[in-house]
Each structure stands twice: as C-alpha cells, then as structure tokens.
C-alpha cells in the first residue's frame, strides 16, 4: 500500500511532478492555445478544427461515432456543431435507413475552410515536432492514443 499524502506543499509539488492528468491538461490548453492562435485568421478554433477534419469522410458519419471518436457526449457535439452549422460548415441529417439516427456531413463550404486550415496545421504541428526528437512525438502520440 502506498504511503498516505497529506496536503502540504510537499504535496502539490508532487502531484505536480507525477500527475498525468495535471500534466495532460497543462499540455491541452498549450497546445490548443498555439492552434486557436494560428487559426483565428480564417476564424476557426483548434477544437473545430478537429470536428472539421473528424467529418471529412467519403460518407457522412453519425452523430455518435464522432462523439465517440472525439470523446465527448452527444450534448457538447451538439453545442460544437451548432456555429459549425450557423456558417454553413456542417450540415445535420436525419439517416434515411434510420430516422433516429443523425448524420453529419461536411458541406462544400465545410470542405474549402478545411481546406484553408491545412497549411495552418501543418505549420504550427511542424514547428512543434522540430521542438521533439521523432522518438518523442512517436511515443507521446502512441501514449495519448492509448490513454483515450
């Protein structure tokens, strides 16, 4: 059994040391910070970015596949998708085969702000591999895989 913490500052700097969850969420915001930066100009955020590129699929995925492959639950995909929609980016549809299942399929407009964020992404995810040697971004994307 491990020995029992108290809430010194002894503490804090130990958690601060050898938290993972500590260390991912530091790292999150850093990371989303530098693409929401580098995306403003064409006015997307790294997070649409993301659910942009999820879309981009030679068949529209379902509501709750995305939300399963970006790890979020259905009402914050929904909130996500909502400006997404509003600049015509997204559109939702009821699945014919399944009327209770929705659709998401990235419209043409969808398609060319995509097309204009990849430049962006491969510029700001170069300059961040140059700052890692190739084993380390290797190994650090293999253990995010595996922690989601």
């Not at 601060?16 to 530091?26: E, I, S, T």
């Not at 400006?83 to 980016?89: F, I, S, T, V, Y």
Request: with cysteine.
């Amino acid at each position: 059994m491990s020995k029992k913490l108290n809430a010194s500052f002894q503490t804090t700097l130990h958690v601060y040391d050898h938290c993972l969850c500590f260390a991912a969420q530091r790292a999150a915001r850093a990371l989303a910070r530098r693409f929401d930066e580098a995306l403003s100009p064409i006015g997307l955020t790294s997070g649409q970015f993301s659910l942009l590129t999820s879309l981009n699929r030679p068949d529209p995925p379902s509501m709750s596949s995305i939300a399963a492959l970006l790890v979020m639950d259905r009402t914050t995909l929904t909130a996500n998708l909502k400006p997404l929609e509003q600049r015509g980016w997204v559109e939702i549809a009821v699945d014919p085969a399944d009327r209770r299942v929705r659709r998401l399929i990235l419209t043409a407009a969808g398609r060319r702000v995509l097309q204009a964020a990849l430049p962006i992404w491969q510029q700001v995810h170069g300059d961040i591999d140059m700052a890692m040697t190739v084993s380390d971004g290797r190994s650090l994307r293999r253990g995010l895989r595996a922690l989601a």
